[in-house]
Every structure is written in structure tokens, then in C-alpha cells.
């Protein structure tokens, strides 16, 4: 029996969760959490924590020397500094628009990196 | 020209000066004009390329330059005039604006009324009076932001960061991101600054050592940067002698602290609060100057933008009616006073008229509270942490409880029983 | 550069060094000023704190002290330099606070003798004048002496002034050069720098803190510098009316200084100590901290640790300093002939004005020819202050340079043509800029304006921004570019 400790950050409230782990990998208990979706998010946090990816990519032929961009989904948390390496040779050129795709399927990961500004100029 | 018939002036365009500007137009003020000293709309939400933006007030995850650019563009698409790079240099009592740019030179504006939304500025190094040498390499969290994000530029690759204030830990997050040594954020307190989301999703993500209840206590280095020494700290904050550990770096982060920018508002007479370091509002956020009202981190430092385009609506809405009465008729109005484990209350003043949300800081971190307003039970909380602000709403019936003498009304944080 | 020739080489670019340079091109003379650093008056220059102790000093002043008599000599002559040089100068008064009727016995006495050597302008107030002159000074002072000549001036503004005038009159003047060895020949010397070598019939050697250092390449050195650090703090312009005057005490702790001065550009600055330190070492402490806020607020009580948005230190080099007294370095060499030396610890931005004229007469005791420049022109005009302009002028030189119309430095005003200006006059690093606009120096201390101004000095530089520097040599700003590091550290 394994415990694993999860601070959840779904709201404000910060709970501190105490997940008791079976050896199948299986939670069998949680405690410190107060509301349903805090317990469902310490699960999901410690089965497969997630995060959206947030960062800046070059540009070429523009003004803005970057531009701001996200996954459009949350992908694996152990897959951040990947995904890092993955987009610093991607260049973007304007036009681009707020939304628009400028990697598809992130290590394939099933989430777009999306611009998250415009680029006119 | 258009300049001597504004009826809602919004200095400043982030989060607070669009909303401000777009709830206006919306509550039927004809010229509205938007002055921001920047080459475009969004102020500060441009360098923050993180998420974690409009959770509540669109129900979505967003980036700061995504939530920008929805009310950037409901700004254009509501015929709010926006003059770009223009500096306001002075306002007065009387609504009269002063402002510069290199298309026009000197501008003198009149407006009705006014909103101000300037935002916030950092404590400096200098304010803190670190000691040490003075090398190239000391930024506040903020400006080492706008030149990751926006700029291109990564000021150094091994980075000690001092305060864990939300922007000091969003930035050990991104530094890391940028491939560098961020070697520990450094916090005076016994607890995070900021929102334990960052705690979580910044530094234990990255697992970045956090030295709790720690501080600089000297920058070396002639030229750039070389090391920080850092020490525990007592009760009392102060340095422990004996404890001091030498850390080499190259560069060093403050993020300390954000004090309202409230330049403006001194020249036209505003009254400020000391205890936020903004204009002292009431519920209809208007400040001690008829006519001039303040929303956003420029009346007191949120932590969620959210609460920065909500509160900056009240503002702009009434602005808007100001302009087209001229003034504002009110009801009598209690004073809000901060009481125990409080730091401050925004607004400074309310009706009782009305339903109302009061936005409140502790001054420490307790758990198992209550907040109350008066004898007004509002709210029971788990946890309660200066840097998380609380919102405390009261409805129109609670406050009807109240004495009818009564004048002010002791905003406090209890124990529970 | 290779290598250059010249009569006169200047070391040093520090008010003295610069005021020289100014005096020497009165006349048909060659001279070129070294400086060792990215910009003038770094050195000792700006730990002055603006004042100009026109009289400040003069209670203590003697005649057989020959600082105190070049201080002298110089009081009616910075009010007319200031004025052609185009830089400001206020005179602001001066209170020493009284606090008992020790103290008061003590200023007595020195009154009196001030007057005997013809010191007349001091004069007693009681504490009622005091209060109506100072309301917030506190209610411990029974009374002051009050100096009416003392005035404020901004030591770095100045000697850029100086350098420019001197640059306008045929100075050649050269930056990040900085002088390694000298070998005296028969009727010259070599000079070797970091860019090249300067061959030169005379030297004045004015390197401020590295003075002796200098001298003993030639062994010409027969003084003994001592270096003093103070401690300087700078608080918010806010404060800018809390005082009118200068307003000092006397310290309760020998080494110790409390002085308090409104500065021409608004803020309030304050001194905290005079203690010998290790040369070089130019960090500041926290104690030191802590003394001089106490200090300033047995002065002013309202005072708090809060306002303080700077503060530095710097070194004073003083000679005879453990004899308790100091005194001061112009001199010609006893043992080197036509090589001058010079350092003042204090009263240094005082005493200028005269000591370039004795440091002119000393060069042509040592066989200087000085014939007068018939093309000497005095005036200097400085760059336009656009926050002082009127409006007129405001959009008259935005309509020649619209860039006067683009805010870069909030807290100061200061606009993207004032910067522009301050490159094209010679800036070439961030604190160049600071010093020569103000840009940096308000209460967000460079916070907003930083990149800007970076971004501004690389085009006007034509250099990346990457090799664009603080205060020149290694203190670049920005060390890497985006993404540089991923690869490698990830």
C-alpha cells in the first residue's frame, strides 16, 4: 500500500489529498478532499497529470520577434520539456490569427499548438 | 475635433481599461476614448502567455493575449475611439487630460468623466534596499517577462528568483521552459505568495526549490551578477546570522511586490488608501473626485483578471451615467472599515441600497474562519491566505439588517468557534 | 587607435579630470582626456550628493588647508560655469541643526572664527524660524545656523558638461581607455592603454580612486590616499517639497554623517557614513542601511525606510585621513617634472572650478606654453528637458523630431528624442542614458522603461541588443536569445 499526496488546485481552496495506492496501481481511498470534482481531479491528477502547454515561438519576416501560443488540449505533464524542444525550430510568418494552427498533433499527443495572439505584421 | 466632447476617457487598456471602456459604450455613453501608452490594445496581458485567464468571467482556460483579444475586439466593434501610444501625462480635478504622442504632440483633452485604469507597477530592487553590488542582471519579474515573452531575449541562464509572488512563479515555470537553471525562488514567508495553483503547476511541476521563511540578503558581482547569498529568516523577518548560503547565479528576479500606479490620480487630488495603495472607491467606484472612477489593479492588486474586467465594468457603467447626468445621485453610505487579520477593503464605501461585493486581502494566512461583515455572518472558510483575495458578497436584505445610524461597518476575518 | 600624440594627457574623466580639460582649452594646447570607463564621472564624481558645499565647509575652513582654500577661491565662480554650461544650479540654503547648548556653544565658536578669515554669511536662527522654514524638521533642533550661499548642482550632469564643452573647444576625448603603464622618457611619455599607446609631454593624472595607483607607475607618488566609502540614499520624488534646504547634524557617531538635500531634480538624497573601506568593494550593506535611514530620521522623523527607492556607494579619496583632518592632492610631482596629480576627497565638485586654473598655472610652471585659444567659446547648450519645455516648444520640437513626442521613461517623462539626443552625444550604455536623461531614475527605476531604452540604444548603436551593457565592459543586459538555451539545457 502506497500513499501518494496531491495538493489540488481546482479551485482556490488548495485541498491537500492523501491517496492510498493498492498494489495494482489502484486508489483505493482518498481523504482531504471537499467537493466531488476535487476528487475526481486528484485521481486524474496522479493517473495522468495533464497541463496545457503555454510558450512562445519564433518568428521570421515580422516585426514581433514571437509569438504566443498553447495547446488547444492539455497534454501529458511528463511531455512539457518535450514539447518544448518540439517547437523551438517551428517558425511562424504573418499572417496568422488568434486560433490558428500552427503545429498539429503535438508529439502526438491528439493537441494543436495554436496561436494565442495575432500576427499581422 | 471629436477631443472636446468625450464623455468616458479610460486611461489605460489592459483587462481593466477595455472593460471599463466596452461597459460604457454599452450603458449608452456616445464618445468614448481609450488612451494607452503602448502600440496596442491589452496592456499587460501580452506578455502573459500563460493560461489561466477568464475561468470565470468566459468560463474558458485562456491565455492572457487570447482574453485580450476578445475584448479587443468587442472594443473595435463598439466605435470606441483608442488613440495608441499616448502618454498621459497629467489629469485634473476638473477632468481636463493631458496626454503626448508623436503623431500630435501635446494633446489637451476635457472629458466628463474619467476612468482610471492604469494598472500596477513593481517594487524595484531599490525599494527593497537589498544590499550588495549593483551589477547588469537584477530585474523586476515583470520586465524579465516582457522580455522572454515579448522582447525574445532570455536575461540569463542560471536565475535565483526572489519573492514567490504568482508573476516570480509563472516565471520560474517559463525560464525552466526556456532552458534555464531557474535555482530556487526565495520567499520571506512561511508560505507561498501567491496561488497555490502556481505553487503546484510552477515549481512542484518543475520540482524548483522553494526556501520558504528565506531571503537575499546581498547581490555580488561588479559587473553582472555572480552570486546572491541567502539567509534564513526569524519571526520578526529578519536575517538569521550564521545561516548564509551562497548561491551562484547570474541573474536575479524580484517579484516582491506590485504597488498600484496611481501618479495620475495624485495630480487630480484622489484621495488614495494607504492600506492598498489605490483610490479610495465606494460601490459605485468612484473615487474622492466626482467624476473620476478607478477599476482594476490600479484601485487594489487582484490575483484573478477576472475580478480586474468585472470590477473595471462598475466603474466604466457608472462613468457612463455621470457623463450623461453630470453626477451621480447617492444614497447615504456606510464606511468600510478593515478589522481583525484584514489588510484592506475595496470598496471603501458602500450603499445599502444594494446588493454588493466587497473584495477583501487578509493580512495572515489562518485557517477555519469566518468572514463577517459587522454581526453580518458572510462567509466560512477552510483556509485564508494573503495571497489569495476573497470576495465577500452581501445582499440587499443582510444590509437592511443593519442600524439605521449606522456609519461604518467593521469588515473582519474570526476564528470559528 | 595605435598610436596617438599629444602635449597634455588628461587620465581620469571625473569632474576634476574634465574641469581641466575645459580650463586647458582656453588656450592653443593639445589635449587628450583618457577615462577609463563607458561614461564620465562614475567614479567619485557621482558619490557627491549635489551639493555644493559652498560653505558647507566653510565653518571648518582654514586657510592654510589648501582644499579649503580652492573651495574658497572656487564659490564665486560655479554659479557663472554652471550658467554656460547650461546645467542647473540652486541654491538652496543651508541648516546645521542645534539641538543643545553644546552644540550650540560649538557653532559659536566656529562662527566667530569663520568670520575673523571674512566668513560673514552664516547666521543663528531660533526655533521658530527654524519651524517656519523647515515645518517638518524635528522638534529636537532648538535652533540652526543658517548659510544662505550653499547650493545644489548634479555632479555627473556637470562634468558631461564640462567634457562636452571641452570636446566643442578641441579635446579629444577618449572612453573605455584605460591607462596600463607609463615610461617617462627624456622629454615625454609613453602612455600605454588598453587601445593603444599616448606619447605626452605632460600628464595630469586626476584618476580619482586610482590617483596613487596611477602616480607610482612613474614613481611619482609621494601622498597616501586614503579611500573613504560613503553611503548614499536617494528617496521618492514625492518627498521633493518635504525640505527646502539642506539640512544636516551632527553626527551622534564619529565616522558618521547626516546630511539630508533636496536635489535639482526633485528627489530628496541623504549621506550616511565616511569610513575607511576596502578599495573596490563598492557594496553596500544592510547595517549601513539601517544607519543612515535612523539617521535622516532624527533630522526629519516622518521619514520611513519605504521612501527609499536607491541607494549606492561610492569612494572619496582622502589624504591624511588619520590625522583626522584631510587634505587634499594638487600638486605637481616633486620627483617627475610636468606630471601633475590631483584628487580632491572633499569638497571635490566645490573646489573645481578653481583648482582647474591652479592645476593650469602648475602645468605652466612645468614649462606649458599657454597661449590663449582666440575660439574659445564658454557655452555649452544642453539637450532639450522636454518635461520643462512649454508646450509651445513641445510641439515645436516634436515637429522637427517626432520622436520627442514618444514617452519612453513614465516616471521621469522622459521621451525616445531626449535618448536619442543622449547617444548621439555620446551614451552608449543604459546608465549613460540614465545619468544624461533621468531615464531609470524615477520610482519604478527602470522597470517599464528598460527594454525600451535597450531597444532604442541598439538602433541608434547599430549593435544587437544582446551586446548592449549596463555600464559598459562585461555588464551586458541580456545574455541569450530565445530558445538558445533549449537545446542544450533540455
Known amino acids: 500500500m502506497v500513499e501518494e499526496k496531491v495538493i489540488c488546485v481546482g479551485c482556490p481552496l488548495g485541498c491537500r489529498t492523501t491517496l492510498r495506492i493498492d498494489h495494482h496501481g489502484d486508489v483505493v481511498k482518498i481523504t482531504g478532499y471537499k467537493c466531488k470534482e476535487g476528487r475526481q481531479y486528484v485521481v486524474e491528477e496522479y493517473r495522468s497529470p495533464v497541463r496545457i502547454f503555454t510558450a512562445t515561438i519564433l518568428t521570421e519576416k515580422s516585426a514581433k520577434p514571437l509569438l504566443p501560443v498553447r495547446t488547444n488540449r492539455p497534454i501529458l505533464k511528463s511531455k512539457l520539456k518535450e514539447a518544448t524542444l518540439a517547437i523551438a525550430r517551428v517558425k511562424a510568418k504573418p499572417p496568422v490569427r488568434v486560433g490558428q494552427v500552427i503545429l498539429p498533433n503535438l508529439l502526438n499527443s491528439g493537441a494543436d499548438v495554436v496561436a494565442t495572439d495575432d500576427l499581422l505584421e | 475635433m471629436k477631443y472636446s466632447e468625450i464623455d468616458v476617457a479610460v486611461i489605460g487598456s489592459g483587462p481593466a481599461g477595455m472593460a471599463a471602456a466596452i461597459k460604457a459604450k454599452e450603458e449608452g455613453a456616445e464618445h468614448v476614448l481609450i488612451l494607452e501608452r503602448q502600440e496596442q490594445l491589452g496592456g499587460l496581458l501580452h506578455q502573459c502567455v500563460h493560461n489561466g485567464f477568464g475561468l470565470f468571467y468566459f468560463g474558458q482556460d485562456l491565455t492572457g493575449p487570447e482574453y485580450g483579444h476578445r475584448f479587443a475586439e468587442k472594443v473595435r466593434d463598439s466605435g470606441i475611439e483608442v488613440l495608441l501610444e499616448t502618454m498621459v501625462t497629467r489629469i485634473s480635478a476638473d477632468r481636463q487630460i493631458t496626454a503626448m504622442n508623436n503623431r500630435e504632440g501635446p494633446l489637451n483633452l476635457r472629458s466628463k468623466s474619467i476612468v482610471l485604469a492604469m494598472g500596477c507597477r513593481e517594487r524595484s530592487r531599490g525599494q527593497l534596499n537589498v544590499p550588495g553590488t549593483r551589477p547588469a542582471g537584477v530585474f523586476t519579474a515583470g520586465a524579465a517577462q516582457r522580455l522572454v515573452n515579448v522582447e525574445g531575449f532570455v536575461p540569463g541562464k542560471r536565475v535565483v528568483i526572489l519573492g514567490s509572488g504568482d508573476i516570480g512563479m509563472i516565471m520560474a515555470r517559463r525560464l525552466t521552459l526556456e532552458g534555464v537553471e531557474v535555482k530556487a525562488v526565495v520567499e520571506i514567508l512561511p508560505y507561498v505568495g501567491g496561488l497555490t495553483r502556481n505553487e503546484v503547476q510552477c515549481l512542484h511541476d518543475f520540482r524548483i526549490p522553494l526556501l520558504l521563511e528565506h531571503t537575499v540578503t546581498q547581490i555580488n558581482g561588479e559587473q553582472r551578477v555572480e552570486a546572491v547569498t541567502i539567509a534564513k529568516v526569524g519571526k520578526d523577518k529578519k536575517p538569521i546570522n550564521g545561516t548564509e548560503q551562497v548561491i551562484e547565479c547570474d541573474t536575479l528576479l524580484l517579484s516582491v511586490g506590485l504597488i498600484p500606479e496611481n501618479e495620475l490620480s495624485l495630480m487630480a487630488g484622489v484621495e488614495l488608501d494607504p492600506l492598498t495603495g489605490g483610490p479610495v472607491v465606494d460601490h459605485w467606484r468612484e473615487t474622492t473626485i466626482p467624476g473620476i472612477f478607478a477599476g482594476g489593479n490600479v484601485v487594489h492588486v487582484h490575483d484573478l483578471v477576472d475580478n480586474v474586467s468585472w470590477e473595471a465594468e462598475i466603474a466604466g457603467a457608472w462613468a457612463a451615467k455621470f457623463a450623461q447626468k453630470g453626477r451621480l445621485e447617492k444614497e447615504r453610505k456606510i464606511i468600510l472599515k478593515p478589522g481583525r487579520n484584514i489588510r484592506y477593503v475595496v470598496p471603501q464605501a458602500i450603499s445599502t441600497q444594494n446588493d454588493v461585493t466587497l473584495y477583501v486581502r487578509v493580512k495572515d494566512m489562518e485557517e477555519n474562519v469566518q468572514l463577517k461583515a459587522g454581526d453580518i455572518l458572510v462567509q466560512s472558510l477552510r483556509v485564508v491566505k494573503p495571497g489569495e483575495m476573497l470576495r465577500m458578497d452581501l445582499s440587499y436584505s443582510q444590509l437592511s439588517q443593519l442600524k439605521e445610524e449606522a456609519a461604518e461597518l467593521i469588515i473582519e476575518c474570526e476564528r470559528r468557534r | ?490
Open chain 3, 1 to 490: 587607435m595605435g598610436q596617438m600624440e599629444t602635449e597634455v594627457l588628461i587620465i581620469g574623466g571625473g569632474v576634476l579630470g574634465v574641469v581641466v580639460a575645459r580650463e586647458l582649452s582656453r588656450h592653443k594646447v593639445d589635449v587628450v582626456l583618457v577615462e577609463k570607463e563607458a561614461d564620465f564621472g562614475w567614479g567619485s564624481t557621482k558619490t557627491n550628493m549635489c551639493i555644493v558645499c559652498q560653505g558647507a565647509d566653510t565653518l571648518e575652513f582654514r586657510p592654510e588647508y589648501h582644499r579649503s582654500k580652492l573651495a574658497w577661491d572656487s564659490m564665486p565662480l560655479m554659479e557663472p560655469l554652471c550658467q554656460e554650461l547650461d546645467v542647473p544650479f540652486k541654491r538652496v540654503g543651508e541648516l546645521a541643526l542645534i539641538r543643545n547648548n553644546e552644540e550650540l556653544g560649538k557653532f559659536q565658536k566656529l562662527k566667530s572664527r569663520a568670520e575673523k578669515i571674512g566668513i560673514s554669511s552664516h547666521k543663528f536662527l531660533d526655533q521658530e524660524t527654524l519651524r517656519q522654514m523647515e515645518p517638518h524638521v524635528t522638534r529636537q533642533a532648538i535652533g540652526a545656523l543658517y548659510d544662505p550661499n550653499i547650493a545644489i548642482v548634479d555632479p555627473v550632469r556637470l562634468t558631461i558638461a564640462l567634457v562636452e564643452n571641452a570636446g566643442q573647444n578641441g579635446v579629444k576625448v577618449m572612453r573605455e581607455t584605460e591607462v596600463v603603464n607609463i615610461s617617462q622618457k627624456v622629454n615625454e611619455f609613453e602612455v600605454e592603454t588598453n587601445r593603444g599607446s599616448i606619447k605626452c609631454r605632460f600628464i595630469v593624472n586626476a584618476a580619482g580612486t586610482s590617483v596613487d595607483k596611477i602616480a607610482r607607475l612613474v614613481n611619482a607618488d609621494d601622498f597616501v590616499l586614503y579611500p573613504i566609502k560613503g553611503y548614499v540614499g536617494i528617496l521618492d520624488k514625492n518627498l521633493g517639497d518635504f525640505i527646502k534646504h539642506e539640512i544636516h547634524m551632527r553626527p551622534d557617531v564619529p565616522g558618521q554623517m547626516n546630511i539630508l538635500t533636496p536635489s535639482v531634480h526633485g528627489n530628496l538624497f541623504f549621506g550616511t557614513t565616511m569610513q575607511p573601506a576596502r578599495r573596490g568593494d563598492y557594496s553596500t550593506t544592510r547595517r549601513i542601511a539601517q544607519i543612515g535611514i535612523q539617521n535622516v530620521r532624527k533630522i526629519i522623523p516622518d521619514l520611513s525606510e519605504r521612501e527609499i527607492i536607491h541607494s549606492f556607494a561610492g569612494f572619496l579619496m582622502f589624504r591624511n585621513w588619520e590625522v583626522g583632518w584631510h587634505e587634499c592632492v594638487v600638486q605637481s610631482s616633486r620627483k617627475v617634472p610636468r606630471f601633475i596629480s590631483l584628487c580632491i576627497g572633499y569638497p571635490g565638485v566645490s573646489a573645481a572650478p578653481a583648482t582647474a586654473r591652479e592645476v593650469a598655472e602648475l602645468l605652466r610652471r612645468e614649462g606649458l606654453t599657454l597661449e590663449a585659444n582666440r575660439s574659445f567659446n564658454p557655452f555649452r547648450k544642453a539637450p532639450p528637458v522636454f518635461n520643462k519645455l512649454s508646450e509651445e516648444q513641445q510641439k515645436e520640437l516634436i515637429a522637427k523630431d517626432s520622436r520627442y513626442g514618444h514617452v519612453v521613461c513614465r516616471c521621469e517623462t522622459v521621451t525616445e528624442g531626449e535618448i536619442v539626443e543622449a547617444v548621439r552625444r555620446g551614451a552608449t550604455t543604459l546608465d549613460g542614458i540614465k545619468f544624461r536623461t533621468r531615464a531609470g531614475m524615477g520610482r519604478c527605476q527602470g522597470g517599464f522603461c528598460t527594454p525600451r531604452v535597450v531597444k532604442i540604444l541598439a538602433r541608434e548603436l547599430g549593435l544587437p541588443e544582446e551586446k548592449i551593457t549596463k555600464k559598459g565592459r562585461e555588464s551586458r543586459l541580456l545574455l541569450h536569445k530565445s530558445k538558445e538555451l533549449i537545446e542544450v539545457q533540455i
